[in-house]
């Protein structure tokens, strides 16, 4: 009986070591001051500067921006609030709040997950961070 407490025991311990180690092997800090490339889009000169609590997202070569304001829950999510938008049509207005989890970063590629409302937008994207700033 101590035998299985103790193997129990050392497959908790090892399950949680090894979920503290996943965890950890994402570092969003670059993410504070960067610059991102959109690469699920038709516009190949779209990019996102991020500077501390400020996200603005140029479309259409500069043509086309929405900045918004973001509050850091952690150091991969953030909510942003969407204050300026000047892209027709666009389906979202100043006010609006999207959350944003980083779901990791690999070989450049930043992966993440979108929400409006608690509800998930399109599929999983993928920016490529172009330089720290």
């Known amino acids: 009986m101590k035998t299985i407490f103790s193997l129990l025991l050392l497959v908790a311990f090892s399950f949680s070591s090894y979920s503290q180690i996943e965890k950890e092997k994402v570092d969003c800090r670059v993410l504070k001051d960067c610059k991102l490339r959109y690469i699920d889009i ?13 996200i603005t997202e140029y479309l259409d070569g500069g043509r086309y921006y929405i900045k918004s304001e973001l509050t850091w829950l952690n150091d991969c999510e953030y909510t942003a609030k969407i204050l300026e938008i000047n892209i027709p049509e666009f389906p979202f207005e100043p006010g609006t709040l999207m959350n944003v989890k980083i779901n990791k970063i690999e070989n450049g590629m930043v992966y993440y997950t979108s929400y409006i409302s608690e509800e998930k937008i399109g599929s999983d994207g993928v920016f490529e961070l172009v330089a720290d700033i």
């Open 42 to 54: 038709d516009d190949p000169n779209a990019y996102i500067l991020i500077k501390g609590n400020k």
